[in-house]
């Protein structure tokens, strides 16, 4: 899940009396309710494959849709929260947010719950960068720092709840109210923020919607590509087309990004051997780390017959990792270069996903460890790529970065979740193995390895 980072501006004097501790938990409930949503449906995709008879193929498009919309409107989210003020983009994303929970919960079929995701998709598109910019309007120079420390603390309640509550909520009443129960804390955090005061409004500059339309239709046809690739009933012809198709089209979106006067991705940022190398391995992990958890969480209810909530317990293990990576960075940071602790947590993310690979046959409880590392070296990895960006940022650079970190979070999960499941699929339709999860996290830990590997040479050669 991807931040952005509050933005000085000036604060009314209504703003000042109120206590920051009180902002932040304020501006923390629908970020929490978004997060929430996307981990409870992680836990939930199987009980969901089942009720409405969708294969593999219809969870990956589920849970890769999300992302996908949430990464093609945020540029519009940004322009909407200069024009309109944070405040009121915000509550408008939430009200759409609600909206998309409330028909995924009484969708009657897959085709309607995709299309209650997309709604979803939009509505957290419009919440998550405007949170913390209306957190940074109503809380002064002095107390931000800490404030923006007690909002993603409360934030990362939704992490924490989503596999556990989804989880008992969905083996108690069914899916559906995994979905019906983010309406009223949607709604409620509308009311809470409407007492809050709106940021600055300014004239926004010129939308890149040459550069949108672009990057979303190369995401939507590689992902299309490689769901059909793994599913196996697509020809060879079709296949090929729409690769050579993603091809030109990424040719096309590098020429209109380059002629854009702000684009949906700045390309100068490439220039610089160390924010080019923080990106891409940025890309590459989120990858395998939100491609794996789909993967996990089948892996867990179909392969191993556990129930729904014991799945969401062992999800929560690996959730609860990130807070202790906080500490750990801390520790680790006066003895350890930026450069070694990211690369180091990138192998042993590496050996926890080779463990889950390996140990297939090994009981529940020995899964524990493997997925403790796997949310340690999430949260070094997420806390690092931030910093690493801020510092080889360049005064106007920093805005871009940001959001172009941001972006390559959400373009990450798409395709990981696209690939890892299909290249599951193909192995098992070669009769190379029986459980296809276990092969996409053997071929998580084989990708970790060599990008660790690689971007410790990189950034410590920059």
Known sequence: MSTAVPRPTGIPATSRQRPPLLVALMCAIGMGCVMFDQTSL??????????????????????????????????????????????????????????????????????????????????????????????????????????????????????????????TLAEAYGWRATFAAVVPVALLAVLVTGRLDNTARREAGRLDLAGLATACATLALLSWALIATGRGTAGAV????????????VGVFVRVERRAERPVLDLELFASPRIRAVLIACLGYNAVINGAAFLLSMHLQDTRGLSVTTAGLLLLVANAGMPIAGVLVNVLRPFLSSPTLMGGSLLVLAAAYLALALGGDLPVGALVVPLVLIGVGCGVLYSLDTSALLDAAQGHQSAPAMASVALMRQIGTVLGIATLASAGQVAVSAGVTENGELVAFLLSALVLVVLGVWLRRRLLAA
């Open 42 to 167: 992680v836990v939930a995709a199987p009980t969901i494959g089942a009720d409405l008879g969708s294969g593999i193929s219809g969870l990956q498009w589920l849970t890769a849709i999300f992302p996908l919309v949430a990464a093609s409107t945020m540029p519009v989210s940004g322009l909407l929260g200069e024009r309109f003020g944070a405040r009121s983009t915000l509550r408008a994303g939430l009200l759409v947010f609600a909206a998309g929970a409330a028909t995924a919960a009484l969708a009657p079929n897959l085709a309607v719950l995709l299309a209650a995701r997309v709604v979803q998709g939009v509505g957290a598109a419009l919440v998550l960068p405007n949170g913390p910019t209306l957190l940074g309007g109503n809380v002064d120079l002095a107390h931000r720092a800490r404030s923006v420390s007690h909002w993603m603390m409360a934030s990362s309640t939704g992490l924490l709840l989503g596999p556990l509550l989804g989880g």
């Open 238 to 249: 079709p296949l090929l087309a729409a690769y050579a198709g993603t091809a030109v089209l």
